[in-house]
């Protein structure tokens, strides 16, 4: 990656510039929890950031909770997503795939996707639930995101992962400079502290999640395992609908007032009891164990969701989220020594 | 800008027929044609109400009219039942994927097992062997009803079985009428000493999970390959398009990588015929 330097004194011109007309979505800490919420950009007076992810994912902009999806599709504004992290860009190829490629091109993604810039930092911190480092991730951007930042001393780095990135660097990087190995050494160096932190948190919770994942989920535990892991499971859908990865989604049909049909495309839940049902009560996921055991291997278990490794990124989303205390890390450890 | 793909066509209804106490004909014009290939599926909506996937049951070769055979057992497929001639619904579609008609099935012997409404959608496969029968070795269907009675398309079933190219034999499990001549018993009680060399043969099979087991595992006991056996895996097919997730069987959508697949592609994965 060819990293850049950004002065501290430059760093608002630069925020104001890329902005500059768009949708700005932001961090912004509410009650001791960070949310991506947008904000008039004339309010901003710093870098947008977070010390670590957000409660809401990235998919909550680009494939909105309910969405009308039964007429015309429409133009939507430009956009700016600051506070992206690592554990939010994996999900982001697996909805790009998944909406983009295939057979039919999701156009209402696909145009808020088109039209999302997309501009990550680094973790400076990490919360209880955080497992990146566990599942093959880091809490640091490599790719995906339109632009990656740093923190150093005297300003910020920063480096386009995308095309697009690299455009906003050419039009808005007037007053960038080439990094300096110093403020290389100074990066790498916190990186791996934060890469450590997460570690460490991990050993203090007693938390140690074996390599082999998706060998474990795939092995026929006794539904006995499951059955007592999916115990508190209340299939509220917390889970999916926080996850940064899980995309599914029923349609649903009503008249309005005036009697026009409407089309709505609203998130759901594979945790959900009537999620595979058929007209007539046909339901191979009938029972609540085989529908929490089904997600976890959507998430380990490739080409299930991800093409290769896991389509988890460690963001402890569903851990916070989870009203029945499930944390899929302590899940696998169970039956890894079930 | 890519099209809509969740905009259904609107279709007008012309015609309901009566096919058997539960199940109904629709017979639809659609707005602009849609041309589908056998074993494809359709996502039919009554406006404001909700959709559902279906097959349609008249031939591919024919895209102005399109009919989908309808047995009553959910909440939209109640409101289709009573619906009229005039109304109007939306269509999306065609989706998934088609049986191999003009590829893998080419110079074959094809056995064809039927169960119930499964008749539905293998009449539009029927339709598509006959017109190019000439192309396979020969086509043997055996097809179960519950009862006589519930024998659907019953002229064309009589035409089908006594006067057409195709080795075609019903069997009921009951006979409620006292007048049945042909065998009784299920489907895989006249599936023993088929015409069919196996070792050139593909099976097809459609109808009620329960059957689609029970004639599968037949047709491995009688030698049959896996991949040679191709399945119509219905699942909650709701967006039909392979985004939603409600169809997830294993790495595939059935809306996508299916409906028809082969026993090969889907054996090892759980609750495939629930």
């Keep these: 990656m060819n990293w850049l330097f950004l002065h501290s004194n430059q760093i608002l011109t630069f925020v104001k510039s890329i902005t500059d007309g768009k949708l700005l979505i932001v961090p912004v800490l509410i009650e001791g929890s960070w949310h991506l919420q947008a904000q008039n950009p004339d309010s901003i007076n710093e870098f947008p950031n977070s010390p670590f992810r957000a409660t809401e994912s990235l998919k909550t902009f680009l494939f909105i909770p309910a ?14 997503i600051f506070g ?16 983009l490629e295939g ?73 960038f400079s080439a990094a300096t190995e110093l403020q290389l050494s100074e990066q790498k160096e916190k990186r791996n502290a934060i890469k450590e932190k997460v570690k460490i948190s991990l050993q203090e919770q007693k938390i140690e999640i074996p390599e082999n994942i998706a060998e474990i989920l795939q092995k026929k535990w006794p539904d006995k395992i499951w059955e007592k892991i999916a115990e508190t499971c209340v299939e509220c859908g917390a889970c ?47 029972k609540r164990e085989v529908r929490l055991r089904h997600r976890l291997e959507r998430k380990f278990i490739a080409p299930y969701e991800a093409e290769e490794g896991y389509a988890c990124s460690g963001c402890g989303r569903c851990i916070d989220a989870c009203i029945g205390k499930l944390d899929m890390r302590k899940i696998i450890q169970e039956v890894a020594n079930a | ?23 109904k004909t629709f017979v639809l014009k659609p707005e602009r044609p849609i041309l589908f290939e056998a074993g494809q599926f359709i996502e039919m ?55 191999p008609v003009d590829t893998e099935f080419k110079g074959k012997e094809i056995l064809v097992i039927g169960g119930g409404v499964g ?36 002229d064309l079933m009589k035409k089908w079985t006594t006067n057409s190219p195709m080795d075609f034999v019903i069997s009921v499990d009951a006979d409620d009428t006292g007048k049945w001549k042909g065998p009784v018993g299920m489907v895989t009680t006249i599936m023993d000493d088929l015409p069919i060399n196996i070792s050139d043969a593909v099976a097809v099979v459609c109808g009620p999970p329960i059957m689609m087991k029970f004639a599968t595992l037949k047709l491995l006991e009688l ?14 097919m709701s967006c039909g398009i392979g985004k939603c997730g409600h169809c997830r069987l294993g790495p595939y959508f059935v809306c996508e990588d299916g409906p028809v697949m082969t026993y090969d592609k889907i054996k090892n994965y759980e609750a495939i015929w629930d």
């Design chain 1, 67 to 80: 969405e009308s999806v039964g007429g015309e599709i429409p133009s939507e504004k430009e956009t700016v």
């Design chain 2, 223 to 236: 030698g049959y390959a896996d991949s040679r056996i191709y399945l119509s895996m219905e699942k909650n």
């Design chain 1, 103 to 175: 057979a039919f091109e999701e156009p209402f993604y696909s145009e808020r996707r088109k039209k999302t810039i997309i501009i990550a930092e680094d973790c400076s911190d990490c919360l209880p639930s955080c497992f990146c480092v566990a599942v093959g991730n880091t809490p640091y951007p490599e790719n995906t995101a339109d632009l990656i930042f740093s923190d150093v001393e005297g300003g910020k780095l920063v480096a386009a992962a995308t095309e697009r990135g690299e455009e906003l660097l050419k039009k808005h990087g007037g007053s």
């Design chain 1, 84 to 99: 992206a992290k690592s554990c939010d860009l994996p999900a982001l190829q697996i909805l790009d795939k998944l909406f």
């Design chain 2, 119 to 154: 008749l539905a959608p293998l009449r539009s496969l029927l339709y598509a062997l006959l017109d190019r029968i000439d192309t396979y070795k020969k086509v043997v269907v055996r097809f179960g009803a519950r009862s006589p009675q519930d024998i659907i398309y019953k």
């Design chain 2, 1 to 23: 800008m890519p099209e809509n793909p969740y905009k259904s066509i609107p279709a007008k209804l012309l015609d309901v027929i009566e096919e058997s106490g539960t199940i």
């Design chain 2, 45 to 99: 909506a009554v406006p404001g109400v909700g959709e559902a996937p279906f097959t349609p049951s008249s031939s591919p070769a024919v895209s102005e009219k399109m009919d989908v055979t309808v047995m009553r057992v959910g909440k939209i497929t109640e409101v289709l039942h009573d619906l009229s001639p005039g109304a109007m619904l939306g269509l999306r579609g065609p989706l998934g994927k088609p049986y």
């Design chain 1, 240 to 286: 999916n609908f926080v996850c940064p990865g899980c995309h599914c989604f029923s349609l649903t049909d009503e008249l309005t007032s005036e009697g026009k049909a409407l089309r709505t495309r609203v998130w759901d839940a594979c945790l959900s009891e009537n999620f595979t049902r058929v007209a007539g009560g046909a339901n191979p996921n009938k």
